[in-house]
């Protein structure tokens, strides 16, 4: 299917979403015939589930930008433009997939699929000072993704441990908000991480100007 939920603005960036419904062969015919990203493509000898996802997002691209930018990953396994025109970032989840953008740096975004893994392994990411008022288990499914998201932002990940180094100050369960995430080894610096609720993920994001949807 087209678009499954998005916000954003030709200036400014923000984010979009991507029920993947199509076959690998629907989505490459919505990409332009021997362009950049059917050419990536072509070329790619991917496991049939990351090709269909790479798909998935260069049609998400295209559908939001209307023009092609080739993509590259750096040492680090971050995505990035080869032509800088936006920074990026990636996301993935059981049959979604999301793209975040902005002409600022900083830009990070995650999606996880409902159900109890995220509090079956809590322990593993969580603080014990960290809560949410409402469900347990969204509250650790939207503590994961937002851990993932500040993850992604930061300079240096190696070592980084979740439950240990990054924080997510308590808040109260909603349809859409704000959490603020830490490192804890930088305890100074705070990062708004904005999240929304949806039937089938939770979405957490962080971007320089574009928060809340609409």
Do not use: N
Not at 29 to 44: C, F, K
Not at 154 to 167: I, K, M, S
């Amino acid at each position: 299917m087209p678009l499954y939920a998005t916000h954003y603005t030709a200036a400014e960036g923000g984010w979009a979403t991507w029920k993947m419904t199509e076959t690998p062969d629907e989505l490459l015919r919505l990409l332009p015939p021997g362009g950049l990203y059917a050419t990536e493509i072509a070329r790619s000898r991917l496991h049939p589930k990351r090709l269909l996802e790479r798909l998935a997002v260069r049609a998400l691209m295209y559908q939001c930008w209307h023009e092609e930018h080739a993509v590259a990953y750096r040492s680090d396994g971050k995505p990035c433009l080869t032509d800088h025109k936006f920074h990026i970032s990636i996301t993935h989840t059981a049959g979604y997939a999301g793209l975040c953008w902005s002409i600022c740096p900083d830009v990070s975004v995650d999606m996880e699929s409902r159900g109890p893994k995220a509090l079956r392994l809590a322990s593993r990411f969580m603080h014990p000072d960290e809560h949410a008022d409402g469900p347990s288990e969204l509250a650790a499914l939207l503590h994961w993704s937002a851990k993932e998201t500040l993850y992604k932002m930061l300079p240096e990940q190696e070592g980084t441990d979740f439950a240990r180094d990054l924080f997510i100050r308590p808040f109260a369960i909603e349809k859409e908000g704000i959490m603020t995430g830490t490192d804890r080894r930088k305890a100074s610096v705070c990062h708004s991480i904005a999240y929304r609720l949806f039937p089938d993920f939770v979405l957490t994001w962080h971007h320089p100007v574009l928060m809340f949807p609409r």
